[in-house]
């Protein structure tokens, strides 16, 4: 891993088949709150039932476990870290093997509340998603019985299975506790949410500006909508078109050719601490992000008719890049579990 420096939070060097590898370290307060903070779930709809506490600390356990991968070499966490909203600061991230990955790695913020997962929507529910990685020759490159067996003979391990799960690690509690710790990772209650709430003071008036043309001739709100800031749905931005041709994206999954180079909606929320951006990690900053919408994406055949050219001032554009700012920063002091929005 290599990483720039004010991410070196230098982790614990384990010693693992004669390997000395650095991996990044829980830095996550002690207690997780368990149900979405205020804001991300409106009051008119369900939010999803709060994990269990014991699985989510054995799966947070299991996700800076570098045993997870063939040679002890990469945890969870190497790629989705925690001081970077469980994103990787770098496009495409290092596997096994000094392997790339051939996506960015995305945020795992509010993903409690995802309809698909993968960039591409490949899998269905978190608990399918999760194992993937440890069988991905790129990523941790291992194979699941290998890793099971493993931590079934590893004295430690076995016993937080146990008194965890009552019983033996198995390729469904594997998943089941991963999937919990991820479904415990929630970014809301932002100055956003106080100012919808009725607290105008909470957002500074340039960033009310952004808000506000993130709602009107921004566009934004058409796909990053909701209170969680995604239609969890499949668009063809015109990220990673090479002289007009897209990549085929979710038509992989749906075989639909209208599908073409569409990705998956991701949220806004906490998006600050993710760069850099997009499918194929190929911009920098949320500056070149919003540069990228105000010149209307990438021409390609499939693109989506609700990306076009902007009509934005440089100033407009810089008020747009406050409100995501403004949308990443947790109100401090108090955290209203499972509040909900108006
Ligand atoms: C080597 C880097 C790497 C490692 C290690 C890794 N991931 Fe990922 N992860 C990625 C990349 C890249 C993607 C996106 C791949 C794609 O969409 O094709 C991803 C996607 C995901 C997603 C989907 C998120 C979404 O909203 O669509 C989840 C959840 C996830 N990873 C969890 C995990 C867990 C849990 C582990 C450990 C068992 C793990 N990852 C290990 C790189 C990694
Ligand atoms: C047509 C739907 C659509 C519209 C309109 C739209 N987005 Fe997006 N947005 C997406 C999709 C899809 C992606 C992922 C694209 C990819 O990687 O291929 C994305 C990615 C992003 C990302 C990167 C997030 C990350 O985690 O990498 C940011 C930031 C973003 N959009 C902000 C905006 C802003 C600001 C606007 C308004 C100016 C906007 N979007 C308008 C669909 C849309």
Not at 72 to 84: L, Q
Not at 308 to 315: A, S
Request: with cysteine; aromatic share 6%; hydrophobic share 40%.
């Amino acid at each position: 891993m290599r990483r720039s420096s004010s991410l070196v939070v230098l982790a614990s060097v384990v010693a693992f088949g004669g390997l000395a590898v650095e991996l990044p370290r829980d830095t996550l307060p002690k207690e997780l709150p368990l149900a979405p903070p205020y804001g991300v779930v409106a009051k008119d709809e369900p939010a999803p039932a709060p994990p269990d506490a014991r699985l989510v600390e054995l799966g947070r356990a299991l996700f800076f476990a570098p045993e997870l991968s063939v040679d002890g070499t990469v945890s969870c966490a190497s790629c989705h870290h925690p001081d970077h909203g469980f994103a990787d600061d770098e496009a495409t991230s290092q596997g096994v093997h000094g392997r790339r990955t051939a996506r960015n790695s995305p945020a795992l913020l509010n993903r409690a509340l995802g309809a698909s997962f993968f960039w591409d929507g490949r899998a269905a529910t978190l608990a399918e998603q999760v194992l993937q990685p440890i069988e991905n020759p790129d990523e941790m490159g291992a194979k699941l019985d290998d890793v099971l067996a493993r931590l079934a003979k590893d004295a430690a391990w076995s016993a937080r299975f146990q008194q965890a799960m009552g019983g033996a690690p198995t390729r469904e509690r594997l998943a089941t506790a991963l999937a919990s710790f991820v479904s415990a990772l929630w970014h809301g209650d932002t100055p956003v949410d106080r100012f919808q709430a009725g607290d105008a003071a909470a957002l500074t008036e340039e960033e009310r500006t952004g808000l506000w043309i993130y709602e009107s001739k921004g566009g934004c709100w058409r796909c990053h909508s909701g209170t969680n800031f995604t239609d969890e749905a499949f668009h063809n931005t015109g990220v990673g078109v090479k002289d007009g041709v897209a990549e085929p994206g979710r038509e992989a999954v749906t075989k639909d050719a209208n599908d073409r180079g569409a990705f998956k909606t991701p949220t806004l929320r906490g998006v600050a601490l993710t760069a850099p951006y997009m499918h194929d990690g190929s911009l920098a900053t949320l500056k070149d992000v919003v540069e990228f919408y105000r010149r209307g994406g990438n021409a390609n055949e499939h693109l989506d008719l609700d990306v076009e050219k902007l009509e934005l001032t440089d100033v407009e554009a810089e008020r747009l890049v406050l409100f995501l700012e403004a949308l990443s920063r947790r109100v401090p002091g108090e955290v209203e579990s499972g509040a909900k929005r108006k």
